[in-house]
């Protein structure tokens, strides 16, 4: 495209006042890349099928990390004492009566920076205030069908806005924002989403946690249970179910688990709280998911968020690979005065889901292999992982701040991940040799090295090991912007 072209659709576009960018969907990811876009000088249209304060029993916890990118963003304020957010320093774990405190590495940062834990509704509805102040953002709600596509060119959407009336709007990128349950990935991506487990939900109303400004963490059977402070006043218990299937809320069989299976699990400084609030009865549940960015890039659109990449959420990790991305984004798009080029664009962009790995496969590795590893098995190589990976963590130094680092977002680097998990594993094996090997210790040994690897290496395939450990090698790592 000549410059001529370009000089002349951007005044026609700036005459029509026709949008730069249309954003599907006003969740985190969403609001915050419409007021980010928008501060670069882009015209944004955002449409969100519902503009009400969402209500919601996951996206509960920033880590430090997330934070970080958030001040990149300018977008810090939305997660401050105006929503009753709570700072997060670190983890406390809990199994079989014992504990340990994992601190987050924050000594060469600012007093400030740390993990953030508040309403998730609240915290959106910040962000989407933020970016609605702002002069070149339309914030629109309506219900988005389908995208506009013309010779392979995605031009814009369909959507029925608050009337019901059928609407189109056009713009040279439409970037996909729609959520977990998103109805447009299929037609930009390929996407393989994975039910491990369902997290059920509960709030605890004046209780105090054992460990102050801190996530808990119960490895209990069958599986995690979560506990963090969401205000001043309320701490958010999220109990992982594994399947798909819960029991019943209303015939009680839900209040019954949770009195009988799960109660005798948590620490007694929390019990009291807890049993109070499965007698009030707002119990919650929804399903877990996992999807691998399988992404088909396709001229004029992006996908971004949980409609693009999914991880178990026991560590928290989603909304800081989500405001990672669109500080990348924001960077890739940045020299770019027109879009209007949507091939050139399109390949140009391919760049991003290669940066974009060493944050994202991280995190979404650790998510999956913690979750694994945390659950109870029967198989005695995994309860030895389980054991091993508490004991671990348990060791202080290293053992505890690399992990932690890697968790928190701050150090994102894949082989530090993956050196630490076989480290776990080989620590497991040490536990059983000592005092004395046995044939029985040694095979189990082996055993666990076997049930380490059938953890990691199907994730790590999942996420791609060459973009994952070796991004410079791919083509796409070194995509220059187009020059008009």
């Given amino acids: 495209m000549g410059l001529e072209t370009v000089l002349f659709c951007r005044k026609w576009r700036r005459r029509r006042k026709v949008p730069d ?97 508040f309403h998730n509704g609240r915290f959106i509805q910040r962000m989407r205030e933020k970016a609605a102040t702002l002069s070149n953002v339309k914030l629109e709600q309506g219900s988005v069908t389908t995208l506009i596509e013309e010779k392979g060119i995605v031009k814009g959407v369909i959507y029925k806005n608050k ?4 609407m189109r709007t056009y713009a040279p990128l439409t970037i996909v924002c729609d959520g977990c349950f998103s109805n447009l990935r299929k037609s930009l991506s390929a996407p393989k989403v994975e039910s491990p487990s369902c997290f059920v939900g509960l709030i605890l109303e004046n209780c105090e946690l054992p460990h102050a400004n801190h996530g808990h963490v119960i ?61 009030k009865g707002n ?22 968020g949980d409609s693009f990449n999914m991880r178990h959420p026991l560590t928290g990790g989603g909304m800081t ?10 960077d890739l798009l940045r020299p770019l005065h027109d879009l209007n080029d949507a091939p050139a664009l399109c390949s140009y962009l391919e760049s991003f889901y290669t940066l974009r790995k060493p944050v994202s496969s991280t995190i979404n590795t650790l ?35 690399g992990p932690v680092s890697l968790l928190s977002g701050l150090n994102p680097r894949p082989m530090h991940l993956f050196l630490h998990f076989f480290a776990v594993a080989i620590y497991g094996v040490g536990r ?39 991004p410079a090698t791919v083509p796409a790592y070194y995509r220059s912007p187009p020059v008009y």
């Fill in 21 to 117: 960018v249309v954003i599907v969907g006003a969740g985190v990811a969403g609001a915050a890349l419409a007021y980010t876009l928008a501060k670069e000088g882009r015209r944004v249209h955002v449409i969100e099928r519902d503009l009400s304060e969402p209500d919601r029993i996951v996206g509960e916890l920033l880590q430090p990390g997330g934070y970080l990118k958030l001040i990149e963003l300018g977008l810090e304020e939305c997660a401050n004492e105006s929503i009753d957010a709570q700072k997060v320093f670190g983890y406390a774990l809990y199994k079989d009566g014992k504990d340990t405190k994992l601190t987050y590495p924050l000594e060469k940062y600012s007093s400030d920076v740390a993990g953030r834990s």
């Fill in 219 to 279: 490895l209990g059977d069958p599986s995690p249970i979560l506990f963090y402070p969401i205000s001043s006043t309320e701490v958010r218990c999220l109990v992982d179910i594994p399947g798909t299937k819960v029991p019943s809320v209303a015939n009680g069989e839900m209040a019954n688990y949770l009195k009988t299976v799960v109660a005798p699990q948590i620490p007694p400084q929390l019990y009291d709280a807890f049993m109070v609030a499965v007698e």
């Fill in 321 to 330: 690979v989500a405001l990672s991305d669109i500080v990348l984004l924001r």
């Fill in 163 to 166: 009337a019901g009336e059928e």
């Fill in 283 to 304: 119990i919650r549940s929804m399903q877990n998911r996992s999807m691998a960015a399988n992404p088909v890039p396709t001229p004029g659109a992006l996908l971004l």
């Fill in 367 to 401: 998510a999956g292999a913690l979750y694994k590893v945390f659950c109870a098995s029967p198989d005695p190589a995994r309860q030895e992982m389980r054991e091993a990976c508490f004991g671990y963590l348990s060791l202080g130094g290293i053992c505890s701040y």
């Fill in 432 to 470: 059983l040799m000592f005092p004395f090997p046995s044939p029985k210790r040694i095979w189990l040994g082996a055993r666990l090295i076997l049930s380490a690897s059938g953890i990691i290496f199907p994730i790590i395939k999942g996420e791609g090991v060459r973009q994952m450990f070796f």
